[in-house]
């Protein structure tokens, strides 16, 4: 099994520029979730899903979009990229929610708007 | 406001000794607790946990102790070791909710040899 795996691992965007960070995960995991980590700051839930077809907003949703067409895959998009989200996102998955003894993480993306 | 406190970014302890991590939250829906261990350009790993009806939880050297009247938790390793060096988050939840989990920012622990 690869785990959660996360694509590209760093990206430098113009303020305007959209982009799609990729998250795939090969446990057959229903749960996945999106997180940011900024200097000096916890991990901030972005969006999450139970289940393919069902996404829902976290604590700081504002900017991104996603979608779980697939139960592998949960991409992140910016459609137009700003300096505050100049962060670490980090993609994670769990069998099912709740299960957070299980919860594995990506090894994150670090992305840079300028 | 902050759910979640982790109020020391950074603890220095030496090789064989006890590292002592404390955690305090506000929100009391929350009943399932969590550590993590970050390692630099890596994401987090699972650690250990604690539920509320518990007030303590061991896994070989590492012991969390939960004082839910006092709303805190703490992480205890011992003996601490070189590759404990790290950052340690916290975090909580409520396993009835529909939310993930909430997030401390950390602690940077460094073993000193």
């Known amino acids: 099994n690869a785990g959660v795996t996360q694509t590209p691992k760093f990206q430098v965007l113009k303020t305007g520029q959209s982009m799609t960070l990729q998250c795939a995960q090969d446990?057959?995991?229903?749960?996945m979730s999106w997180y940011r980590q900024d200097p000096g700051m916890g991990l901030r839930l972005i969006h999450y899903?139970?289940?393919?077809?069902?996404?829902d907003q976290g604590e700081v949703p504002n900017g991104y979009n996603v979608s779980r067409s697939t139960t592998e895959d949960f991409p992140l998009r910016l459609l137009s990229a700003a300096p505050s989200q100049t962060s670490v996102y980090f993609c994670?998955?769990?069998?099912?929610?709740?299960?957070?003894?299980?919860?594995?993480f990506g090894p994150g993306t670090r992305l840079t708007v300028l | 406001d902050q759910q979640v406190k982790q109020n020391s970014p950074s603890l220095s302890v030496q090789e064989g000794r006890i590292s002592i991590l404390n955690c305090d939250y506000t929100n009391s829906m929350f009943d399932y607790f969590l550590w993590y261990k970050k390692y630099p350009a890596e994401g987090p790993t699972f650690l250990i946990s604690i539920s509320s009806i518990k007030d303590k939880n061991e896994d070989g050297r590492f012991t969390v102790f939960l004082n839910k009247s006092a709303k805190h938790l703490s992480l205890h390793i011992v003996p601490s070791q070189p590759g404990d060096s790290a950052v340690y988050f916290c975090?909580?939840?409520?396993?009835?909710?529909?939310?993930?989990?909430?997030f401390g920012k950390g602690t940077h622990l460094i073993i000193q040899p």
């Open positions: 975090a909580a939840t409520s396993l009835g909710g529909a939310d993930g989990l909430t």
């Open positions: 446990m057959n995991h229903e749960y």
């Open positions: 899903s139970v289940g393919a077809g069902i996404t």
């Open positions: 994670a998955s769990n069998l099912h929610q709740g299960d957070w003894n299980e919860q594995f």
